[in-house]
């Protein structure tokens, strides 16, 4: 058999809770399954799999069935951060010291990245080059050319581990975030455009790349990517109680989802700064929001290996 179809899940074992326990799943969910543990996830460019960053690699997960399609298995046990490329056709995941890429319709390993950098919590996919960014543990973030095989450039800005990166949708700009501070760059050279103080857990960029979202403690941070200049701050009686771990935009930049160390996920309307859906059923704090490509779906994973996948159209309205 051919590519993942081939592979085999190391020490998960994925129970669905869909159709058949639908009332076992929070409000608004659709489908909810249990890993022994997991760090990331996101849909693929097409909309036809969920992929979990868990115990042994990447996880893919069949959309239409959430039925489990296959693992791209990692050295050292867990797989800590994933990515796929614009195109659909490559997929990386982040480990202890080496990433590794695939093609994933056949399941090839493309190449391998190792350093002495620690867990790799962060991934990115460049959108205009055949560029894929690497954030370290040890603080380290890595422009690596995957078409010619070598580094475009290296730095060491962060003072502390590296948990998230992204790239604005022109690819020109990428943001990566530590616990130090949230750092704007210039993508062909590696120079620091803006640097935004204070924790960041998290980026991402809105669709039109005007904003950048920021996990900044509790608070989810909007900065002016042009001018560097805070936005909006959404937090308060309504906001989180513990640090934000995960943020991202839905497609048409009119949603920003929040994953908490409250074990909460929460949907806002940027441009008021309120709170539009509160979701919970997790028990662990929520490593990981995504939306799908069409914005009808969204998947939410906590730390003790729990993932939901919510249909927007059906959440609850908030109330305060």
Not at 142 to 159: I, P, S
Request: proline fraction near 5%.
């Amino acid at each position: 058999m051919r590519g993942w179809w081939r592979a085999v899940v190391l020490g998960t074992v994925a129970t669905l809770v869909g159709h058949t326990l639908a009332a076992a799943l929070p409000a608004g969910a659709v489908a909810g399954w249990k890993l022994s543990w997991l760090s990331d996830l996101a849909f693929s460019p097409d909309g036809r799999f969920l992929a979990v960053a868990t115990v042994g690699g990447v996880n893919l997960y069949h959309v239409e069935t959430w039925e489990h399609a296959g693992t791209f298995a990692v050295p050292g046990g867990r797989a800590y951060a994933l990515a796929f490329a614009p195109n659909g056709e490559l997929l990386a995941a982040g480990a202890w010291n080496e990433v590794r890429v695939w093609d994933v319709e056949d399941g090839d390993l493309v190449f391998t990245l190792s350093g002495p950098f620690g867990n790799v919590f962060a991934l990115a996919f460049s959108p205009s080059a055949p560029y894929l960014v690497v954030g370290g543990a040890d603080g380290s973030v890595r422009m690596w050319d995957f078409g010619a095989g070598k580094a475009v450039w290296v730095t060491q800005a962060h003072t502390a581990s590296v948990r998230g990166v992204a790239f604005a949708p022109d690819g020109a700009l990428l943001a990566s975030s530590g616990a130090d501070q949230a750092i704007l760059w210039n993508v062909n050279t590696g120079e620091i455009v803006h640097a935004f103080p204070g924790r960041a857990w998290d980026v991402a960029f809105s669709p039109d790349g005007y904003f950048l979202a920021v996990g900044a403690g509790k608070v989810v941070k909007l900065w002016d990517t042009a001018v560097a200049l805070p936005y909006r701050e959404m937090w308060g009686q309504d906001g989180h109680t513990g640090c934000v771990f995960a943020v991202a935009f839905s497609p048409d930049g009119r949603l920003v989802a929040s994953g908490s160390l409250d074990e909460t996920v929460r949907v806002w309307d940027p441009e008021a700064g309120e709170v539009l859906h509160l979701l919970t059923g997790h028990a662990a704090a929520v490593e990981g929001v995504s939306f799908s490509p069409n914005g009808a779906l969204l998947a939410s994973g906590s730390g003790d290996g729990f993932v939901f996948v919510w249909d927007m159209a059906a959440l609850p309205p908030f109330v305060p």
